[in-house]
């Protein structure tokens, strides 16, 4: 009874390093999301996923790329961290993009 | 574009006090609105939705009405406690791009002391 697994939970980068955060849903669900939270400004959506091999932009997507090659995985991608990347990462999965999302537990990041 | 508006915090009660978190959305056609809860270190939950005018959504104590009359998706509990300080956000889906996505608010945190 996973649901929604990030990893990893922490994790401190220095500016320019790349690194993969993970998410993996065990519901068959169709719908993936990837949202970074700052405070004062709730969630923002960084990139989606309708299914296997679509994917498409949020609000804020610059920076991060995403890939969708199994229903299971959305992977998201810090290619050249910065220090506005700073935040805490949540994956989310749903059956459509209107119904009820079930949210990974996070990732915070550091950027220094 | 769509948005939500929500109080800002925090909210500081005290237990068996009533709750209520505002919240307010502009929209185009029908949204879906929604209500999640956030407890430290942890990811959102959903606490409740309403999927068209007038329905009402509740859970563990908590409602909230659809109304489309003022637009807003107001949250209340007649008696907190200590066990429901956390963040709520709510949210509405807005279509675009082809595809539905949430939008939310920037969040309300309710302490409750004893």
């Known amino acids: 009874n996973a649901g929604v697994t990030q990893t990893p939970k922490f994790q401190v980068l220095k500016t320019g390093q790349s690194m993969t955060l993970q998410c993996a849903q065990d519901?068959?669900?169709?719908?993936m999301s990837w949202y970074r939270q700052d405070p004062g400004m709730g969630l923002r959506l960084i990139h989606y996923s309708v299914g296997a091999g679509i994917t498409d932009q949020g609000e804020v997507p610059n920076g991060y790329n995403v890939s969708r090659s199994t229903t299971e995985d959305f992977p998201l991608r810090l290619l050249s961290a910065a220090p506005s990347q700073t935040s805490v990462y949540f994956c989310?999965?749903?059956?459509?993009?209107?119904?009820?999302?079930?949210f990974g537990d996070g990732t915070r990041l550091s950027i220094l | 574009g769509n948005s939500v508006t929500q109080m800002e915090g925090p909210v500081t009660l005290s237990e068996e006090a009533f709750l209520t978190i505002n919240c307010t959305y502009t929209?185009?056609?029908?949204?879906?609105l929604f209500w999640y809860v956030q407890y430290p270190g942890e990811g959102l939950q959903l606490l409740l939705k309403?999927?068209?005018?007038?329905d009402k959504g509740s859970n563990k104590g908590f409602e909230a009405t659809y109304r489309k009359e003022t637009t807003s998706f107001h949250l209340e509990k007649g008696s907190v406690q200590v066990s429901d300080s956390a963040v709520y956000f709510c949210?509405?889906?807005?279509?675009?791009?082809?595809?539905?996505?949430?939008?939310f608010g920037a969040g309300t945190r309710l302490a409750v002391h004893p």
């Open positions: 929209a185009t056609g029908y949204p879906s």
């Open positions: 309403a999927t068209k005018a007038d």
């Open positions: 989310a999965s749903s059956y459509a993009g209107d119904q009820p999302q079930h």
């Open positions: 519901m068959n669900h169709e719908y």
């Open positions: 949210a509405l889906t807005s279509f675009s791009g082809g595809y539905n996505k949430l939008i």
